[in-house]
């Protein structure tokens, strides 16, 4: 039986982390079999790619790496987790709560391509490549955390006394990335949440009742 693959999907200091915790602690309250999972897997040596790309080891911004190149390096790290964590799990009926998935690609790599035309294909390409050449399960549903890319500069100059990955590094590719979510997330259907208002973060306990309200009616 065929679990459910529900993701979360926002830009960087948007609260995924947290906001997949919170999920995960609820639902198992709830007396459902849930297992909590994170992309990139860091702790695994398929990241390895992943970490010299976002490291800059081919090049200091995200576009020395092109679209396909970089959506590789992420699917085999995918692939991995799956095959040797969860697969199992999930096939037997369990609840998977992805902190990123496939669906950060169509984001974070397919920003990369000018056109609308060649992001379509590019779009197509993946989710064939990853879904049905790598096997890997479609999610049954993607919350999207959306918050103000203004509001995300600061907090991500409030947390990043730490070093920071090409990505963050680059606030324009960020912003790029944020307009990229909200257009693929209605070309999709993702459920959106507002995670700012006006210039402030909503509350963390707001932003995780409109997520669990929003699971919950999917699973029923």
Request: hydrophobic share 35%.
């Given at each position: ?23 995960c ?37 995200a ?27 999930y ?23 000018d056109?609308?035309?060649?992001r379509?294909h ?10 049905e ?9 993607v ?22 990955d ?23 259907g993702?459920h ?19 997520v ?9």
């Open positions: 039986m065929k679990g459910k693959l529900i993701v979360i999907e926002a830009g960087d200091a948007s609260g995924k982390a947290t906001q997949t915790k919170i999920l602690d609820h639902l198992k309250e709830d007396g459902k079999d849930v297992r909590h999972i994170s992309f990139p897997d860091y702790e695994s040596n398929s990241s390895a790619l992943v970490k010299m790309y976002l490291s800059g080891e081919f090049g200091k911004a576009g020395n790496v092109n679209a396909y190149a970089a959506s590789s390096f992420f699917a085999v790290d995918r692939y991995a987790s799956y095959k040797l964590d969860w697969e199992r799990f096939k037997n009926g369990g609840i998977v709560i992805c902190d990123r998935y496939t669906t950060s690609n169509l984001v974070h790599q397919a920003v990369k391509i056109s609308s035309i060649e379509a590019f779009r197509d390409w993946l989710m064939d490549y990853e879904y050449k790598l096997g890997l399960p479609r999610p049954d549903c919350i999207f955390l959306d918050m103000s890319p203004d509001v995300s500069d600061r907090l991500l100059e409030i947390r990043n006394a730490q070093a920071k090409i990505h963050e590094h680059d606030r324009s590719y960020l912003h790029a990335c944020h307009a990229m979510y909200q257009e693929v997330a209605a070309l999709y993702w959106r949440i507002s995670c700012s208002s006006g210039m402030r973060p909503r509350q963390i306990k707001d932003i995780a009742k409109d669990y309200d929003e699971v919950v009616r999917y699973l029923n």
